[in-house]
């Protein structure tokens, strides 16, 4: 059985650092894309930065320059280092990643809990 956990989530002052982990554990043969995602109250939920195996990153126009992403494929972990955060970063944060399972030897998507993160003084 396949799970994401997410930590790192809090209550950040603008300007400073956070740093969000994904851990994903359970019959996995390996990781393709993993990226993370938030989700803001009534606000659709959006892309923020991903990352495949190569290590090839993309990032949300709006980050772009003060979010990084990264992988530990060893850990099969995904962060997500937020630098100079806004209040209009405040959002619900959500990993996700596509995992090829040990059986069936197949790709799926899977989802972390989730990890409120706002950004106030």
């Known amino acids: 059985q396949v799970q994401l956990v997410e930590s790192g989530g809090g209550l950040v002052q603008p300007g400073g650092s956070l740093r969000l982990s994904c851990a994903a554990s359970?019959?996995?043969?390996?990781?393709?894309?993993m990226g993370w995602y938030r989700q803001a109250p009534g606000k659709q939920r959006e892309l923020v930065a991903s990352i495949i195996s190569g290590g090839t990153t993309t990032y949300a126009a709006s980050v772009k320059g003060r979010f990084t992403i990264s992988r530990d494929n060893a850990k099969n972990t995904v962060y997500l280092q937020m630098n100079s955060p806004k209040p209009e970063d405040t959002a619900v944060y959500y990993c996700?990643?596509?995992?090829?399972?040990?059986?069936?030897?197949?790709?799926?998507?899977?989802w972390g809990q989730g990890a409120q993160v706002t950004v106030s003084s």
């Open positions: 996700q990643m596509k995992i090829v399972r040990v059986m069936p030897r197949l790709e799926y998507v899977y």
């Open positions: 359970g019959g996995i043969f390996s990781i393709n894309g």
